[in-house]
C-alpha cells in the first residue's frame, strides 16, 4: 500500500482505469488498477525504508502493478485503492474476525487508520513462538512499488504505528 499520505492522494483522485476484470464471491466488480514499475528513487525509497528492520526477511525485490490489497486478493495482478472495495471483498467473501492467538496461516491482518479505515493488508505466513506467545508473520508489500517482507505483525513501518490491527479470516 502507500504511504498514509499517498493514500489519501489517491482517495481524492480516484481509482485509475487500467485494471482488470476482478469481482467479489458475490459477483460484485472490485474496482482496481495496475501499479507503474517503480523507478530508481522508488527502489531507493524501499531500501531505506527497511534500514533497521532486522527482524524483516525479503522476499521479493522492488516491484509495481500491485499493492498489498492486490497481494491479499487479487493473486498480484493489481492494486486496490478505495476503502469501499475493500469493506466489499470483507462483506462478500464471509471474513470475520478473529484475535490474534487464533490466527492461522493464510489469514489477513489488516491494519485501519482511524480516519482513513484500512492503509495496509498483508497475509499470515507463519505463527512462531517467541517465549510462550505464538506471533503471526506477515508477508506485506507496504507500497505499490515496494517489495514484499516477512515480519511481525507488530514491526511495521513508522507511519503504521497508531493503526489498529485487525485479524480476519474466511475459514469456516
Same mark, same amino acid.
Given at each position: 500500500?502507500?504511504?498514509?499520505?499517498?493514500?489519501?492522494? @489517491?482517495?481524492?483522485?480516484?481509482?485509475?482505469?487500467s485494471? #482488470?476484470?476482478?469481482?467479489?464471491?458475490?459477483?460484485?466488480? #472490485?474496482?482496481? @488498477?495496475q501499479?507503474?514499475?517503480?523507478?530508481?528513487r522508488?527502489?531507493?525509497?524501499?531500501?531505506?525504508?527497511r534500514?533497521?528492520?532486522i527482524?524483516?526477511?525479503?522476499?521479493?525485490d522492488?516491484?509495481?502493478?500491485?499493492?498489498?490489497?492486490?497481494?491479499?486478493?487479487?493473486s498480484r495482478?493489481t492494486?486496490?485503492?478505495?476503502v469501499?472495495?475493500?469493506?466489499?471483498?470483507?462483506?462478500?467473501?464471509?471474513?470475520?474476525?478473529?484475535?490474534?492467538?487464533? @490466527?492461522?496461516?493464510?489469514?489477513?491482518?489488516?491494519y485501519?487508520?482511524?480516519?482513513?479505515?484500512?492503509?495496509?493488508?498483508?497475509?499470515?505466513?507463519?505463527?512462531?513462538?517467541?517465549?510462550?506467545?505464538?506471533?503471526?508473520?506477515?508477508?506485506?508489500?507496504?507500497?505499490?512499488?515496494?517489495g514484499?517482507? #516477512?515480519?511481525?505483525?507488530?514491526?511495521?513501518?513508522?507511519?503504521?504505528?497508531?493503526?489498529?490491527?485487525?485479524?480476519?479470516?474466511?475459514?469456516?
Open positions: 500500500m502507500t504511504s498514509p499520505r499517498l493514500f489519501g492522494i @489517491a482517495r481524492l483522485i480516484g481509482t485509475p482505469e485494471g #482488470i476484470a476482478l469481482a467479489t464471491s458475490a459477483s460484485r466488480a #472490485i474496482e482496481n @488498477a501499479a507503474v514499475a517503480p523507478d530508481e522508488a527502489r531507493a525509497l524501499y531500501q531505506a525504508s534500514k533497521g528492520k527482524g524483516w526477511t525479503n522476499r521479493r522492488a516491484c509495481g502493478v500491485y499493492n498489498c490489497f492486490g497481494l491479499v486478493w487479487a495482478r492494486s486496490i485503492y478505495e469501499s472495495e475493500i469493506e466489499k471483498i470483507l462483506s462478500d467473501d464471509a471474513y470475520r474476525r478473529i484475535d490474534e492467538a487464533t @490466527a492461522c496461516i493464510g489469514d489477513i491482518v489488516i485501519r487508520h482511524q480516519t482513513l479505515g484500512p492503509l495496509h493488508a498483508g497475509l499470515v505466513v507463519e505463527a512462531r513462538l517467541v517465549g510462550s506467545a505464538v506471533i503471526p508473520y506477515i508477508l506485506s508489500k507496504w507500497s505499490d512499488s515496494y514484499e517482507d #516477512i515480519h511481525s505483525y507488530l514491526d511495521v513501518p513508522q507511519q503504521y504505528l497508531g493503526c489498529g490491527i485487525e485479524f480476519w479470516t474466511d475459514r469456516p
